[in-house]
């Protein structure tokens, strides 16, 4: 799948809809009428938003019989996590480091103060400055 499927396929899960019959489908497979169901919107508005996941190779539609099941390609999703993974390696990384550079800084004496926050002011007992 070339990088402009990878593309296609985070388009087609951008719509909130699409990633609940996504989630639907995962369940189990179901006709456009039975995915059309919980929506407030015609079948014809269903399918086209399965034309979008089937353009992108996330689902697909069977016969059965009288039937026509929408299936989940669940193989696009391994290319999805492939490529999720390889950037959340690489973020990986980047925060070992910076937590061993962080460990091996001495940590400060005391409070350090800022332009924004002074340090407070020294308080002697009686509570009198």
Request: charged share 15%; hydrophobic share 45%.
């Given at each position: 799948m070339p990088a402009?499927?990878?593309?296609?396929?985070?388009?087609?899960?951008?719509d909130p809809t699409r990633r609940d019959i996504v989630a639907r489908?995962?369940?189990?497979?179901?006709?456009?009428?039975?995915?059309?169901?919980?929506?407030?919107?015609?079948?014809?508005?269903?399918?086209?938003?399965?034309?979008?996941l089937e353009g992108?190779?996330?689902v697909s539609r069977s016969r059965d019989a009288q039937r026509r099941p929408v299936h989940l390609e669940a193989e696009v999703f391994d290319l999805m996590t492939a490529w999720i993974e390889r950037y959340r390696r690489r973020a990986e990384e980047r925060y070992r480091?910076?937590?061993?550079v962080l460990?091996?800084?001495?940590?400060?004496?005391?409070?350090?103060a800022s332009p924004r926050h002074p340090p407070p002011d020294p308080v002697?007992?009686?509570g009198q400055p």
């Open positions: 402009d499927a990878l593309s296609q396929v985070f388009s087609a899960l951008a489908l995962a369940v189990a497979d179901a006709t456009v009428t039975e995915l059309a169901e919980p929506y407030s919107v015609s079948v014809q508005a269903v399918s086209k938003h399965l034309r979008v992108a190779g996330l480091r910076l937590d061993a460990a091996e800084m001495p940590d400060p004496p005391g409070p350090v002697t007992p009686g």
